[in-house]
């Protein structure tokens, strides 16, 4: 049975939005809070816009906008597939792995690096350390349902924590440093955006020039000692940051 015949979809003639993008925000938000699981086989797109009363070309693009996101994947032989939400991380002190695993994604992690280097001045501004001072660097290709999402490279102060490859791989960094009695208490942080490089956007997933999110991160515990810097790198079309603004009294 189509999954969508359940969700109620339907369009209003009389709206300015086009009709595509209409139905394009109902399929979105279907995904977004479960209706339409990771795995769901999308109907035929001609039953759909029979039912709809919409052109196929209409349907089509709707659909194409929504593979567009990463939401969709249009597989030969099989047909249109759900393949997640995009993930929305608050701008907290947390961690991806536990942002994912909250998210219902499966986060998986793969170790490229894990080594122990010369602080270079960013490194060592960063975390308080001389330049040249031994800091341990880490970079992690972090997934979600098998799909790379976020390219992860952290230095931390030589003999903070014991920085086990496999542990690295089965848990997240902060559940790790928690567990090592740290108290993490805050963070700065900067966000910002530029294209993908090749060899970044074949780690990811994505073409060379395709957006990337950046991250920086400075974590601090409760002493107010530097314990990781991080400069991290996420897929634009999977990936977002999400901001709540106040107003000054």
């Given at each position: 049975?189509?999954p969508?015949?359940?969700?109620?979809?339907g369009?209003?003639?009389?709206?300015p939005v086009?009709?595509?993008?209409?139905l394009s925000?109902q399929l979105?938000a279907?995904i977004?809070?479960?209706?339409?699981t990771?795995?769901?086989?999308?109907?035929?797109?001609?039953?759909l816009a029979?039912?709809?009363?919409l052109?196929?070309?209409?349907?089509?693009?709707a659909?194409?906008?929504l593979?567009?996101k990463?939401?969709?994947?249009?597989r030969r032989?099989?047909?249109?597939?759900?393949v997640?939400?995009?993930?929305?991380?608050?701008?907290?002190?947390?961690s991806?792995?536990?942002?994912?695993e909250a998210?219902?994604?499966?986060p998986?992690?793969r170790?490229l690096?894990?080594t122990v280097?010369?602080a270079?001045?960013?490194?060592?501004a960063?975390?308080g350390?001389a330049?040249?001072?031994?800091?341990?660097l880490?970079e992690?290709?972090r997934?979600a349902?098998g799909?790379?999402?976020?390219?992860l490279?952290?230095?931390?102060?030589s003999?903070l924590?014991d920085l086990?490859?496999?542990?690295l791989?089965?848990?997240?960094l902060?559940?790790?440093m928690?567990?090592a009695?740290?108290t993490l208490h805050s963070?700065?942080q900067s966000?910002?955006?530029?294209?993908?490089?090749?060899d970044?956007?074949d780690r990811?997933?994505?073409?060379?020039?395709?957006p990337l999110?950046?991250m920086q991160?400075?974590t601090?515990?409760?002493t107010g000692?530097a314990?990781?810097f991080?400069?991290?790198?996420?897929?634009?079309t999977?990936y977002?940051?999400?901001?709540?603004?106040?107003?000054?009294?």
């Open positions: 049975m189509d969508t015949v359940s969700l109620q979809l369009v209003d003639r009389s709206s086009p009709l595509y993008f209409q925000q979105e279907a977004e809070r479960g209706a339409l990771p795995g769901t086989l999308l109907g035929n797109e001609i039953e029979g039912r709809l009363g052109s196929r070309p209409t349907v089509r693009q659909i194409q906008s593979v567009d990463g939401l969709l994947v249009r032989g099989i047909g249109t597939q759900v997640h939400s995009k993930v929305k991380r608050p701008l907290e002190l947390s991806l792995y536990d942002d994912l998210a219902g994604q499966r998986e992690t170790v690096r894990n280097e010369p270079s001045a960013e490194v060592a960063a975390l350390v330049e040249g001072d031994e800091v341990h880490i992690r290709l997934l349902h799909e790379p999402m976020a390219c490279r952290n230095h931390i102060p003999g924590i086990d490859t496999a542990r791989e089965a848990t997240g902060y559940r790790m928690r567990a009695g740290i963070a700065r966000v910002g955006a530029r294209a993908a490089a090749t970044e956007g990811l997933g994505e073409p060379a020039g395709a999110l950046t991160r400075t601090f515990d409760d000692r314990v990781e991080g400069s991290h790198i996420y897929r634009a999977r977002s940051f999400e901001f709540q603004l106040l107003v000054r009294p």
